[in-house]
Nanobody, 122 residues
Framework: QVQLVESGGGLVQAGGSLRLSCAAS????????MAWFRQAPGKEREFVAA????????LYGDSVKGRFTISRGGATNTMNLQMNSLKPEDTDVYYC???????????????WGQGTQVTVSS
């Protein structure tokens, strides 16, 4: 059974930093693109960032470019998201995704984590 588990969410003041992690299990993800999305209640899931299987290429959503950094962990089935200069508008549930192509579209990813809440206070 494929499972993606996010960790690292929490409450932080505006201007602060958080680091999210995602650990995948149940199959090999060493050749997969992995990605982060976020979603607020009543809104569509928004693309945050994606990274190729070897970390050679990354892609960012316009709202986080220059502030967030995506990386693959030491183990190929892990992924991180370093979030700096956080803003109140970054408050969302953040989801880890895998099993898709090189895409900004949530519909292209097959596997999803349960999400982790990030709250940025002003």
């Amino acid at each position: 059974q494929v499972q993606l588990v996010e960790s690292g969410g929490g409450l932080v003041q505006a201007g602060g930093s958080l680091r999210l992690s995602c650990a995948a299990s149940g199959r090999a993800f060493s050749r997969d693109t992995m990605a982060w999305f976020r979603q607020a209640p009543g809104k569509e899931r928004e693309f945050v960032a994606a990274i190729t299987w070897n970390g050679a290429a990354t892609l960012y959503g316009d709202s986080v470019k220059g502030r967030f950094t995506i990386s693959r962990g030491g183990a190929t089935n892990t992924m991180n998201l370093q979030m700096n200069s956080l803003k109140p508008e970054d408050t969302d549930v953040y989801y880890c995704a895998a099993g898709g192509g090189w895409s900004r579209s949530s519909g292209d990813y097959k596997y999803w984590g349960q999400g982790t809440q990030v709250t940025v206070s002003s």
